[in-house]
């Protein structure tokens, strides 16, 4: 939702390079293929753009109870700038800055804005959690969608996320609610079950984040770093997004991208029929491969959540 360099979705918890945000990770930044990923993002963010409306609606009704009026917001891990040009077409009265440390990615920020007919009140700048923000301007809304479960500590980030409010100002979170899913649960293909073997594998390897080569922290982690950072929950929702069969060709490439990467990153914690069937899925000429199969659709959701200060 909004789209970061590290934003996944749930289900494709290690396709990082992340459905729609979060770029608070490190990288090998000449390593990466920043058009491809920087496509990929906003086709992400287009894709589940009606989620994202439904989100800001939602955090508009939080904010008005609260007496938040917004004029200032940073959306951190901005990636290239779908979350961020959606907040300015949403708080009219508003600068939004776009925060993430890719370039690369916040010159496509520019570029939508212009497009989207908001670059006047959309401005980027080059920064990471947890250290980069501190020169951020305070803002009234702070928006970190897919960001959190990047960084090693994520009670540090919050903390220095909480040090960018102005005075009666919000951070909201975007994270992973329910598992991703794309294919009916009686696939006619492998053993019976994939999406489930699938979630495992990938809940596992989050619960190790850490410990498993990766920087970050896992889900769990989220209601105690929050209270160690000094901030309260005052609202959370879980937002869903489902597209029908049949989908566009731009839809199932995006879908088909993100079964590659399962196969890929799941390889230790999956058997040999289930990566032979996720194989099977990627394979552009396969006709029971995702880019032919009618039976394909897109489903992901948000768990949102709204923090104060305490």
Do not use: K
Not at 182 to 194: I, K, Q, T, V
Not at 197 to 204: E, K, T
Not at 284 to 299: K, T
Request: charged share 25%; aromatic share 4%.
């Amino acid at each position: 939702m909004g789209t970061n360099a590290t934003d996944t979705t749930a289900g494709d918890h290690h396709g990082h390079g992340h459905d729609g945000h979060g770029h608070g990770g490190p990288h090998d930044h000449d390593e990466l293929d920043w058009d491809a990923m920087g496509d990929r993002l906003e086709l992400e963010g287009d894709l589940a753009m009606p989620m994202l409306d439904e989100a800001l609606a939602w955090l508009g009704e939080v904010c008005t109870s609260w007496g938040t009026t917004v004029r200032t917001v940073l959306d951190v891990g901005s990636g290239p700038g779908v979350g961020a040009c959606a907040l300015a077409l949403a708080y009219e009265d508003a600068q939004v800055v776009a925060v993430d440390p890719s370039p690369e990615l916040l010159a496509r920020a520019e570029r939508r804005a212009a497009r989207f007919g908001v670059d006047d009140r959309v401005t980027t700048m080059a920064a990471s959690l947890p250290d980069g923000v501190d020169e951020a301007p305070e803002a009234h809304l702070v928006w970190a969608s897919m960001v959190i479960h990047h960084v090693a500590d994520p009670a540090a980030a919050l903390d220095r996320l909480r040090h960018r409010l102005r005075p009666g100002g919000l951070i909201a979170l975007a994270e992973f609610a329910d598992p991703w899913r794309f294919l009916p649960a009686d696939l006619d293909l492998g053993r019976p079950g994939l999406a489930e073997r699938v979630d495992a594998a990938s809940a596992h390897w989050i619960a190790t984040l850490g410990s498993n080569g990766h920087e970050g922290a896992p889900p769990a982690a989220l209601p105690g770093a929050v209270a160690a950072a000094g901030l309260e929950i005052v609202a959370e929702r879980v937002v869903r997004h489902r597209i029908d069969p049949p989908l566009s060709v731009d839809a199932r490439q995006h879908v088909r991208a993100h079964v590659v990467r399962m196969a890929e990153m799941e390889t230790d914690l999956l058997d040999a029929d289930d990566r032979a069937t996720l194989e099977t899925l990627a394979d552009p000429s396969s006709p029971n491969g995702i880019l032919a199969r009618p039976d394909v659709f897109y489903e992901t959701s948000r768990r949102l959540l709204a923090l104060r200060p305490t």
